[in-house]
């Protein structure tokens, strides 16, 4: 990608599961399975495959081993490297008992093998009628609200509006959001528009003058939409290829490319673009199958016209064949054949949406508007599968077609997987600069587990109409190695962050190396507490994907954490709130091995990362409101509160403030409360900060944070 745009390059050591062939031993009994932990491929001919076997009632088969699996590449024999059976359940969310709806985290980690599933929901705005897009926002976020567990990550990609998408998170709230930005994009078919050219001509036809021949006027733009397309669904592809162990699903939804693709060479005429066009069109489309298969990307095609005849265009413009059987022979064929040619347009377009699912082992959702079932096999398909690996024998990167075969040598016995896949070129297979592990971590779609971490990210207003991110990650002190000099235990950590914007463009980026130099003081508790490290950053409002990866170098473990970043517009919003942070009175027992950070210092103690404290602490919030409207002269009511599990309220403080105490028009009331924790039963809580301005139509603003006492 040009300039600072993140590319899609992931890197990381593959798992394997050696078979029985290679260890020469008897396989051991099965057991639970272990979910095969999201890693990165480093080898160009590595081909990975998801295999749904089922039994003759249609049961899901749990107990197979490699030695039952006949796996072939153009008929010759494959040695599985990987046979890992992937039973993923479906979480829900875990509300408090009194609430309908989590509270969203406001701390990230990397602490747990993520254990989900991955999707990709594509919108292909280029081919969705605007009239649609209302029917495509609802089916994606029923997909989101029921079908999605809250171990999945997912990601929404707007084709035709590339800033209207969301990164992959398993944040809900967020993917909505981005479905609610989607408007469909889609021409008039061909053959409405070869129509409204005919009766244009029409009017314009006089003696002498010949207007020629009715014709696609939109075809140029057309084919320029179905390049975009095929090359965008291409590069997602691409960039979800390079992840491993696990099965990754795009859900596209899209009413197909309607374009005759396989017209005869001789032919010229309405939907036949000029065979150079088809040409490029046709090596588009293979190459996007190229990568998806290559890749191991499963395409799920969902089309939202549901069941439809074929012609409903024509009833948009009155040209049913009804509407013309009064106006002589002539105006009748006319009708049949402008009927004829929406139903083979729409015919195109289906084939078009099979082609893709067929190719890549997914699913053709066409014809149907029952979303439930459909919804469901997605799921079904992408919970419990083998994940087969191996090397390819064929290092050529020919870019051709390899067929596969996966057989069941066990009997009665069913197997679906994809059917083959597209070598990469050798252009593709080149070797490139070898690329800073940290940065590695920076471009990829997902968290790396590793070097365990856990980070926050507060905003608060900064410089001048900029708002500043308070940055705290906790590195665990199990994970890093310390090496003895002197009286001190020393490690280094290169640590650094970016911020991408909706279009995938650093906005704001930095590097440093946090110095580890641990007084003895903390070599006892270091295991236990390990260390912190803290930054503070200015960007403009905004939404963004905060991503942060780390190294030690002892022994070069790595790890990254992202975290979905809201910047609201603090310097002009007529009443805003920043952020929480939030300490603790043990939050010294951590060694902090980079600070510089205003608003940090603000607080008793460090800002701390955890969300469980024991009854012998005492918590200190800090947040800031903001109240850019002084006149008239008004209040501002703040109010703290805790309210359990059940509902019951255990901690209130209120507080009043006036206009007047701000010394400009733009200024902020600071509020930090302390929470002693000694009165709080062990179990789960709410912590709520709120504002309300007087003035005018009384704004308000809250946030708030989910914590436990152990």
């Known amino acids: 990608m040009p300039g600072a745009r993140?590319?899609?390059?992931?890197?990381?050591?593959?798992?394997?599961?050696?078979?029985?062939?290679?260890?020469?031993?008897?396989?051991?009994?099965?057991?639970?399975?272990?979910?095969?932990?999201?890693?990165?491929?480093?080898?160009?001919?590595y081909v990975e495959i998801d295999a749904i076997v089922t039994d003759q009632s249609g049961a899901i088969v749990r107990d197979l081993k490699p030695t039952d699996f006949d796996v072939t590449e153009d008929g010759k024999p494959q040695l599985l490297t990987v046979c890992s059976f992937v039973d993923i359940p479906v979480e829900r969310p875990d509300p408090l008992l009194v609430r309908d709806r989590i509270v969203e985290p406001d701390v990230v980690t990397n602490d747990k093998e993520f254990d989900g599933r991955v999707f990709m929901i594509v919108l292909d705005g280029y081919h969705i009628s605007s009239l649609l897009s209302s029917l495509v926002r609802d089916q994606a976020v029923k997909f989101i609200d029921r079908y999605m567990g809250e171990n999945?990550?997912?990601?929404?990609?707007?084709?035709?509006?590339?800033?209207?998408?969301?990164?992959f998170t398993g944040n809900k709230r967020l993917l909505k959001q981005a479905l609610g930005r989607f408007t469909g994009q889609s021409l008039r078919s061909i053959s409405a528009t070869v129509n409204a050219d005919a009766l244009t001509k029409g009017d314009e036809r006089a003696p002498g003058f010949e207007p020629g021949a009715p014709r696609d006027t939109d075809a140029p733009v057309r084919e320029f939409m179905a390049r975009q397309s095929l090359d965008s669904l291409k590069r997602l592809s691409e960039y979800m290829g390079q992840l491993g162990g696990r099965r990754k699903a795009m859900l596209l939804f899209s009413e197909g490319i309607s374009i005759d693709m396989m017209p005869p060479v001789q032919l010229i005429g309405p939907g036949a673009p000029p065979p150079n066009q088809v040409n490029e069109l046709r090596l588009a489309q293979r190459a996007m199958v190229g990568a998806a298969t290559r890749s191991n990307v499963s395409i799920y095609t969902i089309d939202p016209r549901g069941l439809r005849s074929g012609f409903?265009?024509?009833?948009?413009?009155?040209?049913?064949?009804?509407?013309?059987?009064?106006?002589?022979?002539?105006g009748a064929a006319?009708?049949?054949?402008?009927?004829?040619?929406?139903?083979?347009?729409?015919?195109?377009?289906?084939d078009s949406l099979r082609e893709y699912a067929d190719s890549t082992g997914g699913l053709a959702i066409v014809d149907q508007n029952d979303m439930d079932a459909a919804f469901d096999r997605i799921v079904k398909d992408n919970s419990s599968y083998y994940l087969l690996g191996y090397h390819s024998p064929d290092p050529s990167h020919d870019g051709k077609f390899h067929r596969l075969s996966v057989k069941m040598k066990r009997p009665g016995l069913e197997v679906r997987t994809r059917n083959g896949y597209f070598a990469p070129s050798v252009k593709s297979a080149e070797s490139k600069t070898p690329v800073d592990p940290v940065v590695r971590m920076l471009q990829s779609p997902a968290a790396v587990r590793g070097l365990g971490m856990r980070a926050s990210a507060s905003v608060l207003k900064g410089l001048m109409n900029k708002s500043t991110v308070h940055l705290t990650v906790e590195f665990s002190g199990q994970d890093l190695p310390l090496k003895p000099e002197g009286r001190v235990l020393k490690n280094d950590v290169t640590v650094e962050y970016v911020a991408l914007d909706v279009k995938g463009e650093i906005q704001a980026n930095g590097r440093e190396v946090a110095d580890i130099r641990l007084a003895q003081k903390y070599h006892a508790t270091f295991p236990q507490n390990g260390v912190r490290y803290m930054h503070e950053f200015e960007i403009a409002p905004g939404r963004y994907q905060l991503r942060i990866a780390a190294r030690e170098s002892l022994s070069g473990k790595t790890g990254s954490v992202f975290v979905d970043l809201d910047v609201p517009d603090l310097a002009t919003l007529?009443?805003?709130?920043?952020?929480?942070?939030?300490?603790?009175?043990?939050?010294?027992?951590?060694?902090?091995?980079?600070?510089?950070?205003?608003?940090g210092r603000l607080l008793p103690t460090p800002p701390v990362t955890t969300r469980v404290f024991s009854k012998d602490e005492t918590l200190t919030a800090l947040t800031a409101f903001y109240d850019n409207v002084l006149e008239p002269k008004h209040r501002v009511d703040l109010k703290a509160t805790v309210q359990s599990d059940v509902g019951a309220q255990v901690f209130l403080r209120e507080e009043t403030r006036e206009s007047t105490e701000l010394a400009s028009a733009k200024g902020g009331y600071r509020w930090q409360i302390s929470l002693p924790l000694a009165s709080f039963a062990p179990g789960r809580y709410v912590l709520v900060l709120e504002g309300r301005s007087w003035l005018g139509d009384q704004r308000t603003a809250k946030k708030e944070i989910e914590f436990r006492v152990r």
């Open 152 to 167: 999945d990550i997912a990601t929404v990609v707007q084709i035709g509006s590339p800033a209207a998408g969301q990164e």
């Open 312 to 330: 409903e265009d024509s009833t948009r413009i009155g040209m049913t064949p009804s509407a013309v059987e009064g106006s002589g022979t002539s």
């Open 6 to 45: 993140i590319a899609a390059l992931f890197v990381v050591a593959l798992v394997c599961v050696p078979s029985a062939q290679q260890t020469g031993q008897a396989p051991p009994p099965p057991a639970t399975p272990q979910q095969p932990p999201l890693t990165f491929r480093t080898t160009a001919n």
């Open 334 to 350: 006319a009708g049949a054949q402008f009927v004829g040619g929406l139903q083979d347009e729409f015919r195109r377009s289906q």
């Open 574 to 599: 007529p009443f805003a709130m920043g952020d929480i942070v939030l300490t603790s009175t043990t939050a010294e027992a951590t060694a902090t091995g980079k600070s510089t950070p205003a608003f």
